[in-house]
């Protein structure tokens, strides 16, 4: 099941993100995340009007995707940056794909022009999930983040609904 986010799933959200906060390169965060911190950002990104889902099985809180303002500035207001972690047990099962066909049908509604994903590499995993939604790489940044002592790549794939 696919629905919006709310305050008590915070716990899930960051039990599912902090195992690639400390584990992997896919995220530039470092230190752990509370889950008072997840409903922080919960929160300033619905009062921003943009959706923040999760997938759920039995109750159970197994992977979650939001969109966020691309930029600031005004002329930015129809382009976000898009973002998915799933727990690590639920890749390859078609969750994601739920997740994005929920999350890009709501960012059609609201006539957002223009979406972003960064990712980091290699994520060939990443990469295929996003080219499914005909996102195209647009941009490559070598060696912009290091984490557990290497240097990481991150990629921009955008597509324009």
Known sequence: MIRNTTADDSKAIAAIY????????VT????AIT???IAKRIQ???ASGLPW???EINGKVIGYCYATPWKARKAYQHSVEISIYLDAGSHAKGVGTQLYAALFAQLKAQNVHAV???IALPNVASIALHEKYNMQKVAHFQQVGKKFAQWVDVAYWQVIL
Do not use: P
Not at 18 to 25: D, P, Q
């Open 53 to 55: 889902l999760v997938a």
């Open 28 to 31: 530039f965060e470092v230190d």
């Open 44 to 46: 300033v990104n619905l």
């Open 35 to 37: 889950d008072v911190e």
């Open 116 to 118: 972003m994903a960064g």
């Open 18 to 25: 902090n195992h690639y906060v400390l584990n992997s390169t």
